[in-house]
């Protein structure tokens, strides 16, 4: 069985990770930052716009987005870059255990880390 896999961010970049990542086996869960411009209702949209990512699941919320992975957690941060990423560490980072891999996907300058 394929591990699950997580995206934080559903924007452009997210979304076509997220429908290569279920094409090749992995389920998927999703969550969109609540507040963005983006919004929850068009990322709804856009998660069942596509029929590969049809069977991903869509959370509302952070805590049960993260208690949906499996251990080690994967999860891919699609979220722009600069603030973003770091209120989404300081608020991921609760939700996640020793071993887990977060992964930064925002597009950050290499003198930003």
């Not at 896999?5 to 990770?17: D, E």
């Not at 969550?31 to 411009?37: E, I």
């Given at each position: 069985?394929?591990?699950?896999?997580?995206?934080?961010?559903?924007?452009?970049?997210?979304?076509?990770?997220?429908?290569?990542?279920?094409?090749?086996?992995?389920?998927?869960?999703?969550?969109?930052?609540?507040?963005?411009?983006?919004?929850?209702?068009?990322?709804?949209?856009?998660?069942?716009q596509f029929p590969e990512l049809q069977a991903a699941t869509v959370f509302d919320d952070l805590n049960s987005f993260a208690r949906s992975l499996t251990s080690p957690r994967i999860i891919f941060m699609?979220?722009?870059?600069?603030?973003?990423?770091?209120?989404?560490?300081?608020?991921?980072?609760?939700?996640?255990?020793?071993?887990?891999?977060?992964?930064?996907?925002?597009?950050?300058?290499?003198?930003?880390?």
């Open positions: 069985m394929m591990p699950s896999v997580g995206i934080i961010g559903m924007g452009g970049m997210g979304c076509n990770l997220g429908r290569n990542l279920v094409a090749r086996g992995f389920a998927l869960s999703l969550f969109h930052p609540p507040g963005d411009s983006f919004g929850i209702q068009p990322f709804r949209n856009v998660a069942t699609m979220v722009p870059p600069g603030n973003h990423v770091d209120d989404f560490l300081t608020k991921v980072i609760s939700s996640l255990s020793s071993g887990d891999v977060l992964i930064d996907g925002s597009n950050a300058h290499y003198d930003d880390t």
